[in-house]
């Protein structure tokens, strides 16, 4: 079993390197050509495949986790029957592939942690929405803002568009009414859905680990797709802070992007980059006026930041002519709203003729740019 803590500590050590090399070379007045540019290169591409290997482990043992609670289960099966309030999901899983039908999403959600396990009825929602929070940051609530909702109808969320005007007022005369402007962020949800078929061997088989399955695939698949549309979205919802000078930002882009948010919205609990990860190789072998890195990476306890703010991978446009490639300000500005929890609906008669079991898993869900203000994004340069 590799140690998470260990890869992250390399994966900090590669591109602290990476940085250093990029700050050596300019050092010099030199680019990175040659094999400075093969070293960067090398590093920061060993420093993306720990990147994987730490999201693969850390699914690996929830993974495992999952089979421990397997074996339990089969050890059960060998027991007289237990009453229905023991039942974990893994048994209600393959009990629904047996028997066709579909699960309500009645299970609340909470943090995932060591203790809560993969038995009781909540971990097939919490893990999907786990899993898919690291490869979309707009379903992750410490991200953006989530609302869980428990219907799909259109939703209004109120907003003042402009303040009303205060002054000072002597003693004893008339104070006078300045209203703000009100408006909404209307949401509509949209569904996003996805197919899984198993055998019903597997189904049958108390080893296989049909909770960390259906949630690890189900989960990405569904956040992928949701991702491609917000992220976009909110780019376009988004005020242009800066429009550079060329399609990529350099440093001093990113520093007029900053100071063009407001100051309570730079400063903000949820305040943040979000970009993909393509720009943000680019970003990263920017360096400051006095030759230093502006890209610092993360640990297991903080994210990677830029100039000391927090830097999210999320599926916005790559750098081009006039593309918005990047946000930034107050994350929290962004809304999401689920439609009631992840939707677990299966039939052994879609693929009867194969002898599989098709799971269907849906959510529903939308998301938004309450103050365009609030989160602003750079543009490229028209070429």
Same mark, same amino acid.
């Given at each position: 079993?590799?140690?998470?803590?260990?890869?992250?500590?390399?994966?900090?050590?590669?591109?602290?390197?990476?940085?250093?090399?990029?700050?050596?070379?300019?050092?010099?007045? =030199? @680019?990175?050509?040659?094999?400075?540019? !093969? #070293?960067? &290169?090398?590093? *920061?591409?060993? %420093?993306?495949?720990? $990147? /994987? +290997?730490?999201?693969?482990?850390?699914?690996?043992? =929830? @993974?495992?986790?999952?089979?421990?609670? !397997? #074996?339990? &289960?089969?050890? *059960?099966?060998? %027991?007289?029957?237990? $009453? /229905? +309030?023991?039942?974990?999901?893994?048994?209600?899983?393959?009990?629904?592939?047996?028997?066709?039908?579909?699960?309500?999403?009645?299970?609340?959600?909470?943090?995932?942690?060591?203790?809560?396990?993969?038995?009781?009825?909540?971990?097939v929602a919490d893990r999907v929405?786990?899993?898919?929070?690291?490869?979309?940051?707009?379903?992750?609530?410490?991200?953006?803002?989530?609302?869980?909702?428990?219907?799909?109808?259109?939703?209004?969320?109120?907003?003042?568009?402009?303040?009303?005007?205060?002054?000072?007022?002597?003693?004893?005369?008339?104070?006078?009414?300045?209203?703000?402007?009100?408006?909404?962020?209307?949401?509509?949800?949209?569904?996003?859905?996805?197919?899984?078929?198993?055998?019903?061997?597997?189904?049958?088989?108390?080893?296989?680990?049909?909770?960390?399955?259906?949630?690890?695939?189900?989960?990405q698949e569904v956040a992928i797709?949701?991702?491609?549309?917000?992220?976009?979205?909110?780019?376009?919802?988004?005020?242009?802070?800066?429009?550079?000078?060329?399609v990529a930002p350099v440093y001093?882009?990113?520093?007029?992007?900053?100071?063009?948010?407001?100051?309570?919205?730079?400063?903000?609990?949820?305040?943040?980059?979000?970009?993909?990860?393509?720009?943000?190789?680019?970003?990263?072998?920017?360096?400051?006026?006095?030759?230093?890195?502006?890209?610092?990476?993360?640990?297991?306890?903080?994210?990677?930041?830029?100039?000391?703010?927090?830097?999210?991978?999320?599926?916005?446009?790559?750098?081009?002519?006039?593309?918005?490639?990047?946000?930034?300000?107050?994350?929290?500005?962004?809304?999401?709203?689920?439609?009631?929890?992840?939707?677990?609906?299966?039939?052994?008669?879609?693929?009867?003729?194969?002898?599989?079991?098709?799971?269907?898993?849906?959510?529903?869900?939308?998301?938004?740019?309450?103050?365009?203000?609030?989160?602003?994004?750079?543009?490229?340069?028209?070429?």
């Amino acid at each position: 079993m590799a140690d998470i803590k260990k890869m992250h500590e390399k994966r900090a050590s590669l591109l602290t390197e990476a940085s250093a090399l990029v700050a050596e070379t300019a050092e010099k007045g =030199e @680019a990175l050509a040659g094999e400075s540019q !093969a #070293r960067f &290169e090398a590093l *920061t591409n060993e %420093a993306a495949a720990l $990147a /994987a +290997a730490i999201h693969s482990e850390k699914n690996a043992v =929830e @993974a495992r986790d999952a089979a421990a609670a !397997a #074996r339990a &289960e089969f050890t *059960t099966v060998l %027991a007289p029957v237990a $009453a /229905a +309030a023991d039942k974990d999901e893994a048994a209600e899983l393959r009990r629904l592939g047996r028997e066709g039908g579909s699960i309500e999403s009645a299970y609340s959600k909470r943090d995932v942690t060591k203790s809560t396990g993969l038995g009781n009825p909540v971990s097939v929602a919490d893990r999907v929405w786990v899993v898919a929070g690291q490869v979309n940051p707009f379903i992750n609530p410490g991200v953006v803002d989530v609302m869980n909702m428990t219907t799909g109808n259109q939703i209004l969320l109120p907003r003042v568009t402009a303040l009303g005007t205060a002054a000072a007022v002597s003693e004893g005369a008339q104070i006078n009414e300045s209203d703000g402007t009100l408006s909404n962020l209307a949401l509509t949800p949209a569904k996003y859905a996805t197919l899984l078929q198993v055998s019903q061997e597997l189904v049958n088989d108390a080893a296989f680990d049909i909770t960390a399955f259906v949630a690890d695939k189900a989960g990405q698949e569904v956040a992928i797709a949701h991702g491609a549309v917000a992220g976009p979205a909110v780019a376009a919802a988004a005020t242009v802070g800066k429009q550079g000078a060329a399609v990529a930002p350099v440093y001093a882009d990113l520093v007029d992007l900053i100071y063009s948010v407001k100051q309570q919205a730079r400063r903000a609990p949820k305040r943040g980059f979000i970009m993909n990860d393509a720009t943000m190789g680019g970003v990263m072998k920017l360096l400051d006026d006095q030759n230093r890195p502006i890209f610092v990476p993360g640990d297991l306890s903080r994210p990677d930041t830029i100039l000391g703010f927090p830097v999210y991978s999320g599926a916005l446009a790559d750098t081009g002519d006039e593309a918005l490639s990047i946000v930034f300000g107050d994350l929290g500005a962004i809304k999401t709203v689920l439609v009631g929890g992840v939707d677990i609906a299966s039939s052994a008669d879609f693929a009867f003729n194969y002898g599989l079991i098709t799971y269907r898993i849906q959510v529903r869900g939308v998301t938004g740019l309450i103050d365009a203000a609030a989160v602003k994004s750079f543009k490229g340069a028209n070429v």
